[in-house]
C-alpha cells in the first residue's frame, strides 16, 4: 500500500499545528477525509441540489438517483441481501436508538434478558438502559478476561432461553478487542435471541458481511470511514424491520395520511422521515469507492501492522500502562504513569499530536479498568510509523515536563 499516494488523498494532513506537522492519530473519533469525497458533496450542491423522491424535474431525479444509488452501494459494501435492509440514520447512535424503541419495547416483557459486555460504548448501552426500564428486562454482562477478551463459553453460560437480544460491539473503541460476532450470533440464535452488533469500529478497518455473520442488525457510522459526519446505517434483516414500527414519523415515510390515521411506505422508507442527509449519502458513496479502491484487506493488514509497532514502541516507555489484547485493530489506550490523560494529550498537542482522551463514552469499562479515563491513538490508511515514532517521543517529552508526579 502506497502511503504518500493516499495521505496525499487528504488535504487536511499537510499542515502545521503548534508549528509542527500535524499527526492525526484520532480516526476513532472521526476519520479524515480524501479529496473525491470532498469533491463529491461539492458537486452534488454545485450541480444538482435539490430534494429527493417526490420531485419530477431533473435536478430531484439526479439527487434521487444518487441516494439511492448510494444505498446500493452500501448494499454491495457489507454483503446484505437487499437495498430494503439498509436504513439511513443520523449515524450508529441513532441505529441503535432505532432498535431500542422500534424493535425492543414492542418485544420484551418482564423477565426477559439483555445481555451485554462491559466494553460497550454509551451508544450501545444506554437504549437498552432505556429499554429494559420500559419493558421490565433486565440486563446481564458477559464476564470479561483479563486482557479485555470475551470467552464464548462464558457468553454460553450468559445467554439464555431468557435473553431475548445480545447486543455487542464488533470492536472495543478503548480496547481495540474484535470480538466472534458470527460465533456469539450463533448462541443468540440458538436461544431464540436476535444479535445487535454496534459496528461503528470494525466497518471502517475490515471487510464486512452481515450474512455471513449472520447478525440481526447492525449499525454504522460514515464519518468513522472516510465518508461525512451526519450520516450512518442500520442494517436489519428485512423480515424483522417488516414487523417494526417507525421510530421517527411525518414526511416521506408515510404513505397516506387522514385525519385521523395514517399508512408508511414500504422499507426501507418507512424509517426515514424528513429531509434526509442527500449530500452525505453522495460522501458516503464516494467514502466507500475510496476505501474499496485501496482494498479493505489492505487497509486491515496496514492497520495491524501499525498497532504491533506501535505496541513495541510504547512498551518501551517506562512507567506505561497499556490497555487491551495483543490482538487488535489500529489502535492503542495507555495511562502514563500518574500523569492526566488530558494533561498528556495537551503536551502532544503543543508538538503536533492530535490524540483522544478521557472516558472515550465508555465508562463503565473504565471502571471495569480502575480508571477515570485513558488516552488513545487511532490509526487508519493514511498513518505511517514514523507518526507512531512522533508520538513516542512526544511522549518522552511528556514524561519529562510531568517528571515530578513520574
Request: glycine share 8%.
Amino acid at each position: 500500500m502506497d502511503s504518500q499516494a493516499i495521505r496525499n488523498q487528504f488535504p487536511i494532513l499537510d499542515q502545521q499545528v503548534n508549528d509542527h506537522q500535524l499527526v492525526y492519530l484520532d480516526s476513532a473519533a472521526t476519520s479524515q477525509k480524501p479529496l473525491p469525497v470532498i469533491e463529491a458533496m461539492n458537486r452534488y450542491y454545485r450541480e444538482y441540489n435539490s430534494n429527493i423522491h417526490r420531485g419530477v424535474h431533473t435536478l430531484g431525479t439526479r439527487a434521487t438517483d444518487a441516494y439511492e444509488g448510494a444505498r446500493d452501494k452500501v448494499r454491495q459494501f457489507i454483503g446484505a441481501a437487499s437495498a430494503k435492509e439498509i436504513i439511513y440514520t443520523r449515524g450508529t447512535t441513532a441505529g441503535l436508538n432505532l432498535i431500542s424503541y422500534s424493535y425492543a419495547r414492542a418485544n420484551l416483557s418482564e423477565g426477559d434478558e439483555i445481555v451485554l459486555t462491559p466494553m460497550e460504548h454509551h451508544a450501545n448501552l444506554i437504549p437498552w438502559q432505556q429499554a429494559a426500564k420500559a419493558t421490565g428486562a433486565t440486563l446481564k454482562y458477559i464476564p470479561m478476561q483479563k486482557d479485555g477478551t470475551i470467552r464464548l463459553e462464558d457468553v454460553r453460560e450468559t445467554v439464555t432461553e431468557h435473553t431475548k437480544i445480545v447486543a455487542m460491539a464488533h470492536v472495543s473503541n478503548v480496547l481495540g478487542t474484535i470480538n466472534p460476532i458470527k460465533e456469539v450470533a450463533a448462541i443468540a440464535h440458538e436461544k431464540g435471541a436476535v444479535m445487535v452488533v454496534d459496528g461503528a469500529q470494525s466497518t471502517p478497518h475490515m471487510k464486512i458481511d452481515v450474512v455471513d455473520l449472520d447478525v440481526d442488525f447492525y449499525a454504522f457510522s460514515s464519518h468513522k470511514m472516510a465518508g461525512p459526519t451526519g450520516i450512518g446505517i442500520l442494517y436489519g434483516k428485512e423480515r424483522l424491520l417488516e414487523n417494526m414500527e417507525p421510530f421517527e414519523t411525518g414526511g416521506e415515510m408515510i404513505d397516506f395520511v387522514d385525519y385521523y390515521d395514517a399508512t408508511w411506505k414500504e422499507l426501507p422508507w418507512k424509517f426515514e422521515a424528513g429531509t434526509m442527509p442527500i449530500a452525505e449519502a453522495v460522501g458516503l458513496s464516494a467514502a466507500i469507492d475510496f476505501l474499496q479502491d485501496v482494498g479493505l484487506e489492505k487497509i486491515h493488514e496496514h492497520e495491524t501492522k501499525l498497532a504491533r509497532y506501535a505496541l513495541e514502541q510504547l512498551k518501551a516507555i517506562e512507567g506505561i500502562q497499556i490497555y487491551g489484547p495483543a490482538e487488535r485493530v489500529g489502535l492503542v489506550t495507555f495511562n502514563l504513569g500518574d500523569v492526566h490523560p488530558h494533561d498528556v494529550a495537551t503536551v502532544l498537542d503543543a508538538e503536533g499530536i492530535a490524540i483522544r482522551a478521557g472516558h472515550h463514552c465508555a465508562q463503565p469499562l473504565m471502571k471495569w479498568l480502575g480508571v477515570s479515563s485513558t488516552a488513545r491513538a487511532s490509526f487508519y490508511l493514511y498513518n505511517t510509523t514514523s507518526e507512531i515514532d512522533a508520538l513516542v517521543e512526544g511522549l518522552k517529552k511528556t514524561k519529562e515536563y510531568f517528571s515530578d508526579v513520574l
